[in-house]
């Protein structure tokens, strides 16, 4: 059973930082695709960015592209989000989602099998 459990979320002010963390168990995740995904009130969830678990390639959308980074700590089982220069855009509920990918190539935007419960980030003005 494919555990995510989400963490570091909180209120922060604009142009600060926080850094969200994903501790992953119940899996090998060697073949693993990671992902971190939003949804703020009355939008669709959407993609954040994403790595693979073995190589670390990344893919990021293009609204944190340069703001946030994705990375992970084989030895902890955990993937982290450093989110910098935060904006109000920014509040929503971050979720951590893992998807199993043996012949990825790049990390996917779609169709994870696994979520967590989420972690809300408010960024105030």
């Known amino acids: 059973q494919v555990q995510l459990v989400e963490s570091g979320g909180g209120l922060v002010q604009a142009g600060g930082s926080l850094r969200l963390s994903c501790a992953a168990s119940g899996r090998t995740f060697s073949s693993y695709a990671m992902g971190w995904f939003r949804q703020a009130p009355g939008k669709e969830r959407e993609f954040v960015a994403g790595?693979?678990?073995?190589?670390?390639?990344?893919l990021y959308s293009d609204s944190v592209k340069g703001r946030f980074t994705i990375s992970r700590d084989n030895a902890k089982n955990t993937v982290y989000l450093q989110m910098n220069s935060l904006k109000p855009e920014d509040t929503a509920v971050y979720y951590c989602a893992a998807k199993e990918c043996y012949a990825c190539l790049s990390p996917p935007r779609y169709a994870f099998d696994y979520w967590g419960k989420g972690t809300q980030v408010t960024v105030s003005s």
């Open positions: 790595i693979l678990w073995t190589g670390g390639k990344t």
